[in-house]
Antibody, heavy 118, light 110 residues
Framework: EVQLVESGGGLVQPGGSLRLSCAASGFTFSSYWMHWVRQAPGKGLVWVSRINSDGSSTNYADSVKGRFTISRDNAKNTLYLQINSLRAEETAVYYC???????????WGQGTLVTVSS | QTVVTQEPSFSVSPGGTVTLTCGLSSGSVSTSYYPSWYQQTPGQAPRTLIYSTNARSSGVPDRFSGSILGNKAALTITGAQADDESDYYCVLYMSSGIWVFGGGTKLTVL
């Protein structure tokens, strides 16, 4: 069974940092692009970032560029998102999702909640 | 900045047909944007319904279909059921290498 499990969320102060992880299983992780998508409480989905299969290429939403870094460890079947300089409005559930060619997401993990508050 | 537009809410009667749309603030949606659609119920992760405009994801009932209608991508639910009451999101792939979600449509079945 294809499975994605996020971890690393929690309470962080404004301006703080956090590293999210997404453990993948049930498929050849190193063959797929991966994405992060977030959802603020009661709000819609927002695409955050993607990384290609070998980690050599990344893209970011303008709102997070320069503060977030997506990476992966194919030996550990794990995707990461380093988030820095967090803002209160970035309180959200952060989902990882497998990228399926040409341009869709499936499956999605259950998400990890990041709360930015003092 | 590109904005992807969706109806904020829609209502359909049980057994009825509803079409949700996904547009662009500027320009037309085409298959080149690889529109895909996701269903989400409260507290759950999104579920893939449609990808590459009109391909149904594995296990998705055939009452869900995708298309391009005019200048928008569209998701049509034929024979709506009570458990179709959910939030529906479209997402478009931009040539700049990023994806943009629409704001979502809250579908009520009553």
């Amino acid at each position: 069974e294809v499975q994605l499990v996020e971890s690393g969320g929690g309470l962080v102060q404004p301006g703080g940092s956090l590293r999210l992880s997404c453990a993948a299983s049930g498929f050849t992780f190193s063959s797929y692009w991966m994405h992060w998508v977030r959802q603020a409480p009661g709000k819609g989905l927002v695409w955050v970032s993607r990384i290609n299969s070998d980690g050599s290429s990344t893209n970011y939403a303008d709102s997070v560029k320069g503060r977030f870094t997506i990476s992966r460890d194919n030996a550990k079947n794990t995707l990461y998102l380093q988030i820095n300089s967090l803002r209160a409005e970035e309180t959200a559930v952060y989902y990882c999702a497998r990228g399926v060619s040409p341009a869709w997401f499936d499956p999605w993990g259950q998400g990890t909640l990041v709360t930015v508050s003092s | 900045q590109t904005v992807v537009t969706q109806e904020p809410s829609f209502s359909v009667s049980p057994g009825g047909t509803v079409t949700l749309t996904c547009g662009l603030s500027s320009g037309s949606v085409s298959t080149s944007y690889y529109p895909s659609w996701y269903q989400q119920t409260p507290g759950q992760a999104p579920r893939t319904l449609i990808y590459s405009t009109n391909a149904r994801s594995s296990g998705v009932p055939d009452r869900f279909s995708g298309s391009i209608l005019g200048n928008k991508a569209a998701l049509t639910i034929t024979g709506a059921q009570a458990d179709d009451e959910s939030d529906y999101y479209c997402v478009l792939y931009m040539s700049s290498g990023i994806w943009v979600f629409g704001g979502g449509t809250k579908l009520t079945v009553l």
